[in-house]
């Protein structure tokens, strides 16, 4: 439908442009005499909200060098899991998390360790958080969004493939899990 693709063109172009005056304000509040770490912070926050994760990602790692805290690290964290460098993310999300012990940082590397592809991590972080936070409510949230995946039972299937690689009965429940989760083309594979 023309209208509908016209309206999502002029959103996206409306979301480029704050995008753009976001990045142009936080440079120059990072830029004058006196700016604060907080001022770079939210030039971080709007390089990688701009998409410009390579310049996020040298600010964020400038501030960490200079200010480390485990806000930072849990934002720096969540920034590296975005561009896709989950192995550095869950490092600083771990690290966030042992400092803070927060919900925010507890979610943040149990999501980190599924991305990578171990979601069984992510449970054992979320069942160890929710254990001593029992108010908890989006983390046992997600830790039942994660048990209940048929991704985390793919994961176990692959260990177990990788070590008895000529076990059929394991391929054929794989692919059972792969129709399950809709990756349909794994399935056939």
């Known amino acids: 439908d023309a209208d509908a693709v016209a309206i999502r063109d002029r959103s996206q172009q409306q979301l480029t442009l704050m995008a753009k005056q976001r990045v142009e304000d936080a440079e120059a509040a990072a830029k004058r005499e006196g700016a604060t770490d907080a ?3 939210e030039l971080a926050r709007a390089y990688a909200a701009a998409s410009r994760y390579d310049d996020s990602e040298r600010l964020y790692a400038k501030l960490a060098d200079e200010t480390p805290s485990p806000e930072l690290d849990l934002e ?3 920034m590296l899991s975005w561009m896709g460098a989950e192995r550095a993310a869950v490092k600083r999300l771990d690290r966030a998390y042992k400092a803070s012990n927060s ?3 507890a979610i943040a590397l149990a999501n ?3 991305w990578e592809g171990h979601r069984d991590r992510g449970v054992a972080v979320l069942t160890e958080f929710t254990a001593g936070h029992p108010d908890a409510a989006e983390a046992r949230a997600l830790l039942a969004e994660m048990q209940a995946s048929p991704l985390i039972r793919i994961e176990r ?3 177990q493939i990788a070590a008895d690689e000529f076990n059929l009965a394991l391929r054929v429940e794989r692919a059972r899990l792969y129709y399950d989760s809709g990756q349909y083309n794994r399935a056939l594979k």
């Open 112 to 114: 980190a360790h599924a």
């Open 76 to 78: 720096y964290g969540r």
């Open 39 to 41: 001022d770079r912070r």
């Open 103 to 105: 919900e925010e940082a």
């Open 157 to 159: 299937l692959n260990e």
